[in-house]
């Protein structure tokens, strides 16, 4: 398509595309206005709850032992893109999910190394009622 109405990610040697995203501002892109990527951020917790409607990223800056991600919250739309940036402080700790969350073409990670950043990208999919997760990249 056009430039600017696709962006193409590389994560764990898969390659997925983010459509032109419809932002607070209109289209973004190389025509059109920027748009603030929504972010939602909590220091720790052991249940991490998101609003889709409202988030765009869901980041925990200091995950301090186990954490389950709640299944997201919102009206939820055919290929909408949620991002987790979640950093484990604690020496050892556990992730679980949802029961919509599936992986999909990458493995769900259950931990995090002390001391290290994991990013999650997520894609609802309306017609199964899940998000797969197509992106999962732990810090070096």
């Given at each position: ?104 073409g990458?493995a ?28 999962s990249?732990?810090?070096?």
């Open positions: 398509g056009p430039a600017g109405n696709t962006t193409r990610l590389l994560a764990n040697q898969s390659v997925f595309t983010m459509h032109k995203l419809q932002g607070l501002k209109g289209d973004t892109g190389a025509t059109g206005a920027a748009s603030l990527v929504r972010t939602v951020t909590t220091t720790t917790t052991t249940t991490l709850a998101t609003d889709a409607d409202v988030t765009d990223i869901r980041t925990v800056t200091a995950l301090n032992g186990n954490m389950l991600i709640q299944n997201p919250t919102g009206t939820l739309t055919n290929g909408q893109v949620l991002k987790f940036r979640i950093k484990q402080t604690a020496a050892s700790g556990t992730i679980s999910y949802g029961g919509l969350f599936r992986s999909f990458v769900k990670p259950t931990s995090i190394t002390q001391n290290k950043t994991l990013y999650l990208g997520c894609i609802y999919n309306t017609t199964d009622t899940k998000w797969d997760i197509v992106a990249v732990e810090e070096v």
